[in-house]
């Protein structure tokens, strides 16, 4: 995917974190803390809710971009110019 399809794809973040829900969701979220699999998406903190016990997984969570304050959308663009690249970097 090239620059501009990139923005055309994902022209704010709540595209970029439709795309990472739907990608969560498609995998499958394991809870921390009690291992169940069955989750709610909370729309307003974008976040996995267990149904067994309530904690809270984040987006990011269990991912390269785990620890990091930067958007998704910045993570989205530095893996396309990364993998758009035939020597990367």
């Not at 067994?52 to 959308?73: P, Q, W, Y």
Request: with cysteine; hydrophobic share 35%; charged share 20%.
């Amino acid at each position: 995917m090239n620059i501009l399809k990139f923005a055309e794809r994902f022209p704010d973040e709540a595209s970029c974190v439709a795309y990472f829900q739907a990608k969560r969701t498609k995998e499958g979220v394991i809870c921390k803390n009690c291992s169940c699999s069955d989750h709610y998406w909370l729309h307003s903190k974008h976040m996995f809710q267990c149904k067994g016990c309530a904690f809270r997984t984040s987006i990011k969570s269990g991912t390269v971009m785990e620890n990091s304050n930067l958007s998704l959308r910045k993570w989205l663009m530095a893996i396309t110019f990364i993998s758009a690249t035939k020597q990367g970097f």
